[in-house]
């Protein structure tokens, strides 16, 4: 199973950007799908998640506004809308894939397949 993400790259302050993920051999069904990112030297941090096929996500609260996480069933895609963007959302973001019951959302444990990342350079 690997996630593939994609839609990342250089953006002027104030920009946007949308990244997207997919998993290649695996179906995305009733698992939570989680975005993190991590600037050097900084840990890993959870920035969104969803319930694949259904409604329920969570963004943190420094992304709050400016984010927004979405799916596409059809396309068995998870999406990363990042409007307004800022210096400090430069970071490699990853893609995730857990079970719902994995633990919090925005924890690294909480799931179990994850993407290489693609980069995202606020400047």
């Known amino acids: 199973v690997q996630l593939v993400e994609s839609g990342g790259g250089v953006v002027q302050p104030g920009g946007s950007l949308r990244l997207s993920c997919t998993p290649s051999?695996?179906?995305?069904?009733?698992?939570?799908e989680g975005w993190f990112r991590q600037a050097p030297g900084k840990e890993r941090e959870g920035v969104a998640a969803?319930?694949?096929?259904?409604?329920?996500?969570s963004i943190a609260d420094s992304v709050k506004g400016r984010f927004t996480i979405s799916e596409d069933n059809a396309q068995n895609t998870v999406y990363l809308q990042m409007d307004s963007l800022k210096a400090e959302d430069t970071a490699m973001y990853y893609c995730?894939?857990?079970?719902?019951?994995?633990?919090?959302?925005?924890?690294?444990?909480?799931?179990?397949?994850w993407g290489r990342g693609t980069q995202v350079t606020v400047s």
């Open positions: 969803i319930l694949f096929g259904g409604t329920l996500t």
């Open positions: 051999g695996y179906t995305f069904s009733s698992d939570r």
């Open positions: 995730a894939s857990g079970s719902l019951y994995g633990g919090d959302w925005d924890k690294e444990y909480a799931y179990t397949y």
